[in-house]
Nanobody
Framework: QVQLVESGGGLVQPGGSLRLSCAAS????????MSWYRQAPGKQRELVAR???????NFADSVKGRFTISRDNAKNTVTLQMNSLKPEDTAVYYC???????????WGQGTQVTVSS
């Protein structure tokens, strides 16, 4: 019954920026962590960035220094700001919400990010 809806994907040139948003259907206080994953064709889905309910963040080495994750509890959203984009960032990006106690997690439908000249 939890719905996560991503938005903000699209086509961008290398070196450009893009902002992805994930809107949750209920209070994000429900979740212990919210994350962004991505999956390129033929590749395994990988964790890009994570933010916990306490505000701690974690990033994949490949995006550290270029991407930022943040959450807005009042708006029930989590945002991924992507800067200095590279062609290898091309993938479908998915929002994920985790309830640690039960081990339950929820996924959005994904949004396509294409970095190409």
């Amino acid at each position: 019954q939890v719905q996560l809806v991503e938005s903000g994907g699209g086509l961008v040139q290398p070196g450009g920026s893009l902002r992805l948003s994930c809107a949750a259907s209920r209070s994000i206080f429900t979740f212990d962590a919210m994350s962004w994953y991505r999956q390129a064709p033929g590749k395994q889905r990988e964790l890009v960035a994570r933010i916990t309910s306490g505000g701690s963040t974690n990033f994949a080495d490949s995006v550290k220094g270029r991407f930022t994750i943040s959450r807005d509890n009042a708006k029930n959203t989590v945002t991924l700001q992507m800067n200095s984009l590279k062609p290898e960032d091309t993938a479908v990006y998915y929002c994920n919400a985790l309830i640690a106690l039960s081990g339950s997690d929820y996924w959005g439908q994904g949004t396509q990010v294409t970095v190409s000249s």
